[in-house]
């Protein structure tokens, strides 16, 4: 069986690349997230038993 290459300590240089790369990814993932929600309608309308978004009355169901 092979044997794996004892690890390799992490430099100040990289470990701040991965940090600084983590923090990118996590900023654009919740850029895209609030842009999703924005832009996208939701699939089905509201409960006929809830307030509408808007605040209108709300009405008797059939």
């Given at each position: 069986?092979?044997?794996?290459?004892?690890?390799?300590?992490?430099?100040?240089?990289?470990?701040?690349?991965?940090?600084?790369?983590?923090?990118?990814?996590?900023?654009?993932?919740?850029?895209?997230?609030t842009?999703l929600?924005?832009?996208?309608?939701?699939?089905?309308?509201?409960?006929?038993?809830?307030?509408?978004?808007?605040?209108?009355?709300p009405?008797?169901?059939?």
């Open positions: 069986m092979a044997r794996h290459r004892k690890p390799v300590p992490v430099r100040g240089v990289t470990r701040k690349a991965r940090r600084r790369l983590a923090v990118g990814l996590a900023s654009a993932s919740a850029f895209a997230a842009l929600a924005v832009t996208v309608d939701p699939a089905a309308p509201p409960a006929p038993d809830r307030l509408p978004a808007g605040g209108a009355e009405r008797a169901a059939p």
